[in-house]
Nanobody, 118 residues
Framework: QVQLVESGGGLVQPGGSLRLSCAASGSFFSFSVMGWYRQAPGKQRELVADIISGGNPHYADSVKGRFTISRDNAKNTVYLQMNSLKPEDTAVYYC????????????WGQGTQVTVSS
């Protein structure tokens, strides 16, 4: 099973920035869809952004123009740069790895808390 380790969460003021990182164990990282999800208290988990190797990233409408997802296949790592943070971005952020080849894998990180507050 693939293990994902997230880092970079914390407390930031509105308008500030944070960069999340997610490092994956094992092989075949470049064949995986990497995604960032978030879950706020009392709400369902939602997709924030995802990215495939060599493809265009996708973003939730609520974060377009503020967040940027990127990946470094040589380091088995995906990043989420979050700028112009708003209080409504407060949530636990989870990294997800999903692929079908060479075998199906759907793994989640432990989550990292992001709190946007003055």
């Amino acid at each position: 099973q693939v293990q994902l380790v997230e880092s970079g969460g914390g407390l930031v003021q509105p308008g500030g920035s944070l960069r999340l990182s997610c490092a994956a164990s094992g092989s075949f990282f470049s064949f995986s869809v990497m995604g960032w999800y978030r879950q706020a208290p009392g709400k369902q988990r939602e997709l924030v952004a995802d990215i495939i190797s060599g493809g265009n990233p996708h973003y939730a409408d609520s974060v377009k123009g503020r967040f940027t997802i990127s990946r470094d296949n040589a380091k088995n790592t995906v990043y989420l740069q979050m700028n112009s943070l708003k209080p409504e971005d407060t949530a636990v952020y989870y990294c997800n790895l999903n692929r079908r080849w060479p075998s199906p894998v759907d793994s989640w990180g432990q989550g990292t808390q992001v709190t946007v507050s003055s």
